[in-house]
Nanobody, 119 residues
Framework: QVQLVESGGGSVQTGESLRLSCAAN????????MGWFLQTPGKEREEVAR????????PYSDSRKRRFNISYDSRKKQVNLQVNELTPEDSAMYFC????????????WGQGTQVTVSS
């Protein structure tokens, strides 16, 4: 079993940055990838970024990639999401996730950390 604990959310002004972190605890031998999703009220979760933590392949980010950068600290088993130039449209609950297997099936989820951006 894997437990994911997020941190780093908060309330910021437009244009500011945040660094979200997610530590993976427990048995992580079958975890091959980690990522971040966001969710706003009434909408489904949408993927923001992911990376394969074993193969060393390039990280993936959606259209926000210019502003959102994902990284992984293998020593801490921690995935980070640096989010820059935030706008109110980025306000959401951000969830960390861990995927098992080489096809990155997202299986484990954190409780989420809230990001609120005011204009």
């Amino acid at each position: 079993q894997v437990q994911l604990v997020e941190s780093g959310g908060g309330s910021v002004q437009t244009g500011e940055s945040l660094r979200l972190s997610c530590a993976a605890n427990g048995v992580t031998d079958n975890v091959y990838c980690m990522g971040w999703f966001l969710q706003t009220p009434g909408k489904e979760r949408e993927e923001v970024a992911r990376m394969f933590i074993r193969s060393g392949g390039p990280p993936y980010s959606d259209s926000r990639k210019r502003r959102f950068n994902i990284s992984y600290d293998s020593r801490k088993k921690q995935v980070n999401l640096q989010v820059n130039e935030l706008t109110p449209e980025d306000s959401a609950m951000y969830f960390c996730t861990a995927g098992i297997g080489t096809n990155c099936r997202f299986t484990y989820w954190g409780q989420g950390t809230q990001v609120t951006v005011s204009s």
